[in-house]
């Protein structure tokens, strides 16, 4: 698990070294008031990309139990079922986002005097929406399948393209915020085109999936099962991200400011264990899929200490430097915004061991057939922290409140699922029914 994990795990670093460097850049050059609007819109497109992020994951999860069988004409069919759907959802999301820009704007809470620049922001990146889908869907595939390596060669690829763009667009050519967007969709689109490429060349499974598309109700059943639950779980839970994004942005721009940053440290301080909880799907998907009920236990055994640990030390560092961070994105200037954006980080990193932990049981409970119970675990986890940040946000606590509602999430969601674990899933005995 842990060899498999460290492609994604790097893979995942570049991706937030991109958005660290984003951040940096935007936030020193351009200001408070567009490192706020970029923050806002950072939200809006992981709420969106999170649908077709989550339909991807349901898909592989189908495509690792196939490939776990060796049933490797059920997989080639059911990759162009699969691509197909979720491409009709892609075109939809992105045409509906443009269209209705204005309202999702004033839903979000956007204050007036961001609202323009954000626009601007949103108008050049919410196009890249399908070149997120085609890299995740192809990207998807080949993990599912056991390749992690060249998803992270061609993503390494495409943040040095991001990066050098920023600089340039942003640093020496002065196109502001504009800039910064232009890079964002040109290394979607090189990343897209690039996995796109390799696994039509290289893979006979995709190159006969194209001639073998046929739309079985058994095989929309299937992979309908599996992506909608990891659908509805990926976008409920940035959906509450999402809300509770609006109701900070209640509180003006220098809080705006301070959570955009801290968001981005907080998602790379725990961003390991998310990919190591990703990792661990894949493995038990596998073994579950090849009837190995011992490996499947044997691999939670070692998935949940190793996920406790690195979450135990990532919140030792993050609770000591949490200063030092957010001055790396800030102005010695912002003392207030980095004050609040330093509360935001030693809150949420204390308890980063039960996200560590939720991450482990969304993986488990994707891979063994009830993506329905990570959905669950969602809702809860998210319930809890936007109905917590509604009311702090009403009260004298202020966003103290909702700084504090997320690990308050976090806890609740892990118990529920140890009780749905102790209910016995594993016990059960395993079904072919793919």
């Known amino acids: 698990m842990s060899l498999f994990a460290i492609p994604l795990l790097l893979g995942n670093l570049l991706q937030q070294l991109y958005n660290i460097v984003d951040t940096w850049i935007v936030g020193r050059y351009l200001g408070a008031e567009a490192l706020a609007s970029v923050g806002a819109s950072f939200s809006l497109l992981v709420f969106l990309t999170s649908v077709l992020i989550g339909l991807c994951m349901g898909s592989g999860v189908v495509f690792s139990h196939d490939y776990g069988r060796s049933a490797f004409s059920q997989l080639e069919r059911r990759i ?11 075109v939809c999301i992105t045409a509906l986002s443009l269209l209705f820009l204005p309202q999702i704007l004033n839903l979000l809470q ?3 005097e961001l609202q323009q620049m954000t626009a601007e922001y949103l108008k050049l990146v919410l196009p890249g929406i399908p070149a997120v889908f085609v890299y995740n869907f192809f990207a998807g595939y080949l993990k599912a399948l056991g390749n992690s390596v060249l998803p992270l060669l061609i993503l390494a690829l495409s943040t040095l393209t991001n990066i050098g763009l920023d600089f340039l667009f942003v640093l ?14 040109t290394a979607q689109y090189e990343a897209g085109l690039l996995v796109l490429l390799y696994c039509f060349l290289k893979d006979s499974h995709i190159r006969h999936a194209v001639s073998k598309v046929q739309l079985l109700r058994s095989d929309l059943q299937i992979l309908g099962r599996y992506s909608l639950y990891t659908c509805l779980q990926q976008s409920v839970m940035n959906l509450g991200i999402l809300m509770v994004q609006g109701i900070v942005n209640s509180f003006g721009v220098t809080v705006m400011a301070a959570f955009s940053a801290g968001v981005k440290i907080d998602a790379f301080a725990y961003m390991p264990a998310q990919e190591y909880g990703n990792a661990f799907s894949t493995f038990i998907a596998q073994n579950h899929g090849a009837n190995r009920p011992d490996r499947v236990k044997k691999g939670m055994r070692t998935g949940f200490l190793t996920g406790i640990v690195y979450c135990l030390l990532a919140s030792l560092v993050l609770c000591v430097f949490a ?10 200037g912002e003392a207030e915004a980095i004050a609040i954006g330093t509360g935001y980080l030693r ?10 932990i939720l991450f482990l049981w969304y993986g488990l409970f994707r891979a063994i057939g009830q993506p329905q119970v990570s959905l669950i675990l969602t809702i809860i986890s998210l319930g ?20 504090c509602a997320i690990p308050i999430g976090w806890g609740l969601a892990d118990l529920a699922g140890l009780l749905f674990c102790l209910r016995g899933p594993l016990r059960k005995k395993h079904r072919n029914h793919l």
Not at 82 to 90: D, E, K, N, Q, S
Not at 172 to 185: E, K, S, V, Y
Not at 347 to 356: D, L, Q, S, T, V
């Open 172 to 185: 020496f050519l002065r196109m502001g915020i504009r800039g910064a967007a232009l890079a964002t969709i």
């Open 80 to 90: 162009g079922t699969a691509f197909l759907g979720i491409a009709g959802v892609t």
């Open 384 to 403: 809890t922290r936007v109905l917590l940040a509604v009311l702090a946000a009403s009260s004298s606590i202020g966003y103290i409140g909702i700084w």
């Open 347 to 356: 809150i949420e990193g204390a308890f980063y061991a039960g996200i560590g």
């Open 110 to 112: 956007i204050p007036l």
């Open 323 to 332: 200063p030092s961070l957010m001055r790396i994105f800030l102005d010695a």
